[in-house]
RNA sequence: GCUGGCGUAGCUCAACGGUAGAGCAGCUGAUUUGUAAUCAGCAGGUUGUAGGUUCAACUCCUAUCGCCAGCUCCA
């Protein structure tokens, strides 16, 4: 054996004889502990390995991304160890990473009580108190395979099967081994800081046709403390919750009798039609003219759309006077009749039909939840009815207003997925390739980054998603973006082009908050309840510290509610901390409050939401003030 | 729809085979109070619904509805 030159993180190089193990090298130069796996030339690998030729080495530590994946999953094949340590005779399936934590889906005739949970919990504790060595073994497939038989392991024999390579790799700790890829941490005393946090029910390969597996999921950190933190952002998270703050905040309910449909109290109906409010001024200036189109109509029509072959699952029909009606689930078809009602000119488009209408979907009872998805909503829907040259303006315009909106509530960070034709699809190959190119053209022209999501468009066109990130980091598609030649085809829409001929325009859908509902209730996650000024249901509480104050406190109520503010009064006779107490859990922008040096100067004491006591002003500087926040905010 | 968990007063939760209890909210009264909870009293429940087991059911069983966590699907 001769020595070979590797090439350290910190750019030196050392000369070590073949065949040293990673590990080995490790203690020698004196890494912490921290570090769990290497990477050879790039490519992550235990710290088992043996070094065979020139390369440069790389650390990972626990407390880098790719550290803290290889954890979890070690900490997912602790957790399958104990389970079968617990339950022989449950086989594995997989078990993979997932943000910030790990899943494992185990074949068992019954699922996990709690109690069981726990249990495993504790073994798993007790496994990684042993600190096994955890052993990478490479042998051919088939001997894999045998040996997976051998174990009953059915699910593994069959994903060895899809298995390319003639060399597999296992992974033993104590006498428990598993068909992985790898890496993994050295040994299970790496497994610090983990919890097992659900069980759920899934289908093998995710497909409802399999069966059920039983899935546990958990999470794991290279500390105690890291794991609180994760636990309490959870806490925090539950807080935040919409339907929570929707009942305490007095916005909305729900009620059994008309289940994944919200009921929006005055409170909330008010933020729901200021967000209306908010897209109708917007349409204004981006020259969208709204319509407004019937809720139910002949199947007849759901047919010519394709939504009765395509979408049928989730329509709401009724039959009257033996006639079969579907309730509308979108509003494009309505749009097709309005532009169809005249012969149109290419001097007409583009046109812009934008609609509040309410729509209904039905939707899986277990998949509906809130207000973030419902049975019955409305969307800040638009349809675009366009020339095929003008696909690219109005996509410019579309991505521009989205931005727009996107600043005005503080969503900082979107990605962008480009979904392409799905399964089930109308029209022609060759238009959808038309389509996706088109789409795919503007994002780039725009200079947005994107993912393609394959399959994932809808039944009459590709679109793109945006998904934004709220305050917790977590995703939210709102905004879609969909480029539809079949439409216009199925409905037969034309228009005459400058040299008197007939030509079909092209429909692009879109929504910017998407559903308002589901937008509502995010914005209420984002901002923790506590609503801008100029969406929030009260934006002033007037509020007196003794009944003295009374008489100028009205007046100064009046005075606010005159200018078209949202004011509350409060002269209830009670303590002005309780008084404070309570505006600030309602999470009401400003409370105004008046004592006797108020009333003899003639001022207000303002206090922001959030304990921020402002200098006493007179109800005119007050007023500027809030204008001006108002103004910051929607910027006009 | 599927897997599992959970439904007790408006809300948060207790009682877990022996005829339902607390805090907050609500109402009444006292208190006139300066930036996150003044005190006292009162009222409020056929324990989601329907069956069943039992001398006895909030408690055990079955069905059903709803909610929650996932799976699948999606705005």
Redesign the pocket.
Known sequence: MGNIQVRLPDGKTTEVSSGLKIQELAASLGIDSNVIAAKIDGVAVDLDRALSRDCTLDWISLNSPEGLDILRHSTAHLMAQAVQDLFPGTQVTIGPTIEDGFYYDFKRD??F??EEIEKIEACMRELAALNLKVAREEIARESAIELFRRMGEEYKVEILGDIPEETVSLYRQGDWVDLCRGPHVPSTGAIRAFKLT??????WR???KNE?L??IYGTSWPTEEALREHLRLLEEAKKRDH?RLG?ELDLFS?H?LA??SPFFHPKGAFVYNELVSYMRRLYLRYGYQEVITPQIFDVELWRRSGHYDHFKENMYFTRIEEREFGVKPMNCPGHTFIYASKKRSYRDLPLRYADFGRLH?F????????LT???S?SQDDAHIFCAPDQIEGEMAALLKMLREVYQTFQFTEMQVKLSTR?DHFIGSLEVWGRAEDSLAQSLKKEGIAYQVNPG?G?FYGPKI?FVVLDALRRGW??A?IQLDFSMPERFDLSYVTPGGTEARPVMIHRAIL??I??FMGILIEHCAGALPVWLAPVQVRVMT????QKEYAQKVFEELKALGWRVELDGR??????K??EA??EKIPY?A?I????VKEQTI?P?RRG?E?LKPMCVKDFVEMLKAEVTQALGN
Not at 573 to 578: I, P, R, V
Not at 595 to 598: I, L, S, T
């Open positions: 019954r699922s009580t709690p659900g069980v759920a029910g899934a289908y995710g497909d409802e059920m039983q899935r339907r009942r729900f059994p289940p994944a979907r939707e899986k009872s277990g998949v509906t939840a809130g998805r419902v049975r909503f799905p994932d809808a998603d598609q709102l879609t998407g559903s509902e589901r510290v003794t009944d003295e006779n009670e303590k002005l901390g309780y404070i107490r600030q859990v409370a409050v004592g006797d040096r108020e004491s206090r304990g006591n």
